[in-house]
């Protein structure tokens, strides 16, 4: 499939420390440079040439995308588990990266959606969320582990519900010391469903201006 890009056409993989990693050929480049001696090396290609730029997803995010997009660069991102990997194959570099990003691109590696800015703000916005409700599970689940090392079982039905929260509010330990761990696991408690609040309420005021605000409103109905 290499065959069907132009002899003119030059490949190149940014590792995510923004060097250069590797050249059209799939060898090693011998030298590494800051990005923007990649961007003035690709520029002096000559007019007949193309340059195209791949680099993996990561947890940089896609700001390196951006730049070179916003540079006029024809720039993709590739996800991890697209790219071919050789059995027992474990020790992991930049540059052995880029050299097989490089590769897979010649044969048609395929990219990946990269998100807007806004699109990718109201994403991490309902990360913080979800986040802070993982946060939330594990305060209760550590503050019910405390008390049931100590033999304190709550005897109603439903857990967390208005008369388990009363019950706990009232409890109290007879070690001044144990008391003070019991207050700290409830105070983790009440942050967090605090942060949960105020992350919802501000998720549901993004929504309204979000361009994909019709579809959840679509999903929300179909759960309700």
């Not at 990219?111 to 807007?116: G, I, R």
């Not at 008391?179 to 009440?190: G, H, P, T």
Request: aromatic share 8%; net charge positive; with cysteine.
């Amino acid at each position: 499939m290499a065959g069907r890009f132009r002899n003119t056409e030059k490949f190149f993989s940014i590792s995510v420390s923004s060097r250069l990693a590797a050249t059209d050929s799939g060898r090693p480049a011998h030298e590494q440079p800051h990005l923007c001696h990649l961007a003035v090396r690709v520029s002096k290609l000559e007019r007949d040439q193309l340059a195209r730029l791949v680099d993996d997803a990561g947890p940089c995010g896609y700001g390196l995308y951006r730049q070179l997009a916003g540079k006029g660069f024809e720039c993709m991102v590739c996800a991890p588990s697209l790219i071919p990997k050789k059995p027992g194959e474990r020790v992991k570099t930049d540059r052995r990266d880029a050299v097989k990003l490089v590769r897979s691109l010649r044969a048609g590696l395929s990219a990946v959606y990269v998100p807007s800015v806004e699109d990718e703000a109201f994403r991490d916005l309902s990360r913080a969320w979800v986040n802070a409700k993982d946060d939330m599970k594990r305060a209760r689940q550590l503050l019910k582990a405390f008390l049931l090392s100590h033999g304190v079982r709550y005897s109603g039905r439903a857990d967390w519900g208005t008369a388990h929260r009363r019950w706990i509010s009232a409890f109290v330990f007879d070690s001044a010391w144990q008391q003070l761990a019991f207050d700290e696991y409830r105070r983790a408690i009440e942050d967090r469903i605090a942060q949960c609040s105020r992350l919802e309420a501000a998720l549901r005021e993004a929504v309204v201006n979000w361009r994909f605000s019709p579809a959840v409103l679509g999903l929300q109905a179909m759960v309700k």
